[in-house]
């Protein structure tokens, strides 16, 4: 769970959850390759 929180801290990491009538139903996490992903 630390490295989910350094990656996090770093902007290489995000966790994002589907929501269906405000219950979540599913997770996506997505990690940074190689600076790939724009920072906004």
Known sequence: ??????????????LFFMEIEGE????????DYEGSIPVV
């Open 24 to 31: 979540k139903v599913a997770g996506c996490i997505c990690f």
């Open 1 to 14: 769970m630390e490295i989910a929180f350094d990656l996090l801290e770093r902007s290489q990491f995000d």
